[in-house]
């Protein structure tokens, strides 16, 4: 079989690929703050002493982890329009990724947490600490450095996640891979370059990420 790269060559399908990259680093940026912040409210939840805290955040990464998330975009993509919200697949695929990704950020930054010993607790109450400044000044850059190869691993996720997000008409890498390849029919060429792009990108996340995880590891 002869491969045949010509179809790279024609300038719509070359802006139909870097509209496709972009809505991919859009949805991955917004839903990296996002599900981000999401899980840090749910771990701090699933630590809390109340236990109405603890129980909603069992049960939201509970949930979220027992359902797959092509049906949870789906839901979303086909429930916000009936209760009235009317939104882009794109902003549609940012919500449904954030609240996904928000469950395994939570188990990761509430490992972080589990694993910040009493004693810094002793020494910042001896500093004159009240519990929310410890857990600002103290306790949160401890355990987020402990978290930090689990959320490089989430975010690693989120990135291949997003690959999903075409099933809701959304023009991210893959859909627009789909598209093209409607038209050319050369399926083989299309995802083999689909899977380079993938690869490459995420090798260089790894990268980066293991040079700032020597910069900022930290013994317990």
């Known amino acids: 079989m002869k ?6 060559k024609n300038p719509q399908y070359i802006a139909l690929l870097k509209e496709g990259a972009l809505n991919t680093l859009i949805i991955t940026f917004f839903c990296l703050i996002f599900g981000f912040l999401l899980g840090l409210i749910f771990a701090l939840m ?3 002493k109340v236990k109405i805290f603890r129980i909603i955040g069992a049960f939201w990464v509970d949930f979220l982890r027992n359902t797959p998330f092509l049906v949870q975009i789906f839901f979303f993509y086909y429930g916000l329009p009936v209760l009235g919200i009317q939104t882009s697949p ?4 940012i919500i449904a990724l954030s609240i996904n990704i928000s469950a395994v950020n939570c188990e990761a930054i509430r490992a972080g947490l589990m694993a910040v010993k009493k ?3 002793d020494c910042a109450y001896a500093l004159g600490f009240d519990k929310i400044q410890t857990i600002r000044y103290v306790v949160l850059p401890i355990s987020l450095r402990v978290a930090f190869k689990p959320l490089v691993n989430n975010f690693i996720n989120l990135i291949l996640t997003t690959s999903t997000c075409f099933s809701i008409t959304v023009v991210d890498l893959m859909g627009a891979s789909k598209i093209i390849n409607g038209r050319v029919d050369r399926p083989f ?3 083999m370059m689909l899977l380079v792009m993938y690869f490459c990108l995420l090798t ?3 990268i ?5 995880d020597k910069r900022i590891a930290i013994k317990l």
């Open 3 to 8: 491969l045949n790269y010509r179809f790279l």
């Open 189 to 191: 060429e299309i995802y």
């Open 208 to 212: 980066i990420s293991k040079a700032i």
């Open 46 to 48: 699933r630590q809390s």
């Open 90 to 93: 794109v902003i549609t695929s």
């Open 204 to 206: 260089l996340i790894s």
């Open 119 to 121: 004693d810094y607790f």
